[in-house]
């Protein structure tokens, strides 16, 4: 069966690069990968973070009601920590239209 993707392309250009590197076709990494992550156990569902959050968080970081879709486990509630988080982020972005910018020159 044929399937179109929408991959970034950068990405796609590190995998066609390393694929020719070891002789083989885009196509039979993208096979294994889909045959390893379809073999791999599935994990079980474990409650959101925002599922597990009391009245006393929300108080303490109304940030939370607004964004609680996007609470992830593991993820910090501190705002220092998201605003670095934030600025790392934003780094990068731009980081990477700078270079984009150089090697279009």
């Known amino acids: 069966m044929k399937a179109t993707l929408d991959i970034p ?15 083989r076709p885009v196509r039979s990494v993208a096979v294994q990968l889909f045959q390893q992550w379809l073999d ?14 009391t009245e006393a968080d929300y108080e303490r ?6 964004s609680r879709k996007y609470i992830k486990p ?3 509630h501190d705002m ?7 600025a790392r ?4 972005e731009v980081s990477e239209k ?5 090697t279009r020159s």
């Open 9 to 23: 392309d950068e990405l796609y250009r590190r995998v066609k690069a390393r694929s020719a590197l070891e002789g």
């Open 40 to 53: 791999a156990p599935v994990r079980k569902e474990t409650p959101s973070e925002a599922d597990t959050l």
């Open 61 to 66: 970081s109304p940030w939370l009601r607004i």
């Open 74 to 76: 593991g993820m910090s």
């Open 80 to 86: 220092d920590e998201i605003r670095e988080a934030i």
């Open 89 to 92: 982020g934003w780094g990068e």
């Open 98 to 102: 700078l270079n984009l910018k150089k």
